[in-house]
């Protein structure tokens, strides 16, 4: 009860009487320098994103994009897996061996077909991070996306070919799926067995809630099509229809034998090659053996 009576004596009284004699600066001026100031930090801040969005456009490529394109030729974004430290799966050989020795020969395959443009999303010998490949794809404005892995398993015995394409709901999906099933009958041509639904299967990273993700791989048939949950980062942010590989088991012999060593990963270039060729209906420039063809004068 007592307490009632003491709001007189009160802090906030006394603050209110001492701000009283300060004689603070007429509202209207304080008003014109908060207004001064709030105006100049507009100004710098614009300079500054000008001189670094300019740094960023200019190292980052995006100044590729504003090339006009050429109808009838198409850039190819070869994302050889792994990289740098990131040595990938290990197994008979280390996985990122297999992905630059294929990219590397699928490469020079592209470059000698006047049809094609290759791009790499990352340097040789050198890592890079997954949206960074994806820009890369995505700055090159390229038509196609080809992202090159090998696959492992513990035991060693098993072995063949999948390649997972964007899933369905994204605006790239039939085309992605439409040059998965080429690469797998490729492959199969090739003389590998092909896993999933003839070589193609979605994967998804499923939140477990804990902040963790879990891989779940589909069969394209068993897809319910209503999924919000992202498939590869590199697929994703391509921005044209996109694949991924596992050419073969890097854990497995005879997958190494014959799609694993230099001349195997030649062999498995020209049948992704071979794919793109069917994919575009240009005529090849290479056999399924990754030899020149000779060329004619129309070529
Ligand atoms: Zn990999």
Redo the contacts with the bound molecule.
Sequence with gaps: MQKRQEPSRSPYREVQSHTVYRAPAPPQQVRRRRRKKKKRHPGRLLILLCVVGAGVFLAGGAWRGLVPKVPGHNTIALDA??GGVDL??TGLLN?VDL?EATVRALEEMLRADPHYTPVLCRPYGEGMGINERAAAARNARADLLISV??NAEETGTASGFECYPLPPGRKNHDESLKLARLMGQQMRAAGSTLRGEDGVRYAYYVANGDGSYEKRILDPSADSEDTADSSFGVLEGAGCPAVLAEQCFITNEQDVAAFGTAQGCRLVAARYYLAICDYFGTQPVYDEQGNALPQNEQN
């Design positions: 897996g792994h990938g799966a996985e992905t892995h090998g």
